[in-house]
């Protein structure tokens, strides 16, 4: 789990995503990881 791995709480960890989502104006998860994607905001993960 994130919060734990991160050693916060879970509410916490909604509020970022929610923040996030609200920012980039992604109305689902997916919608949020492609465009955290296509800014290079996440670590390289070869297929």
Do not use: D, K, W
């Not at 991160?6 to 689902?28: D, K, P």
């Not at 465009?35 to 993960?45: H, N, W």
């Amino acid at each position: 789990e994130i919060a734990q791995g991160l050693g916060i709480s879970v509410r916490t960890v909604e509020s970022h995503r929610h923040a996030l989502m609200t920012l980039f104006q992604a109305h689902s998860t997916i919608t949020l990881l492609r465009e955290a994607e296509r800014r290079g905001m996440l670590p390289f993960q070869p297929a």
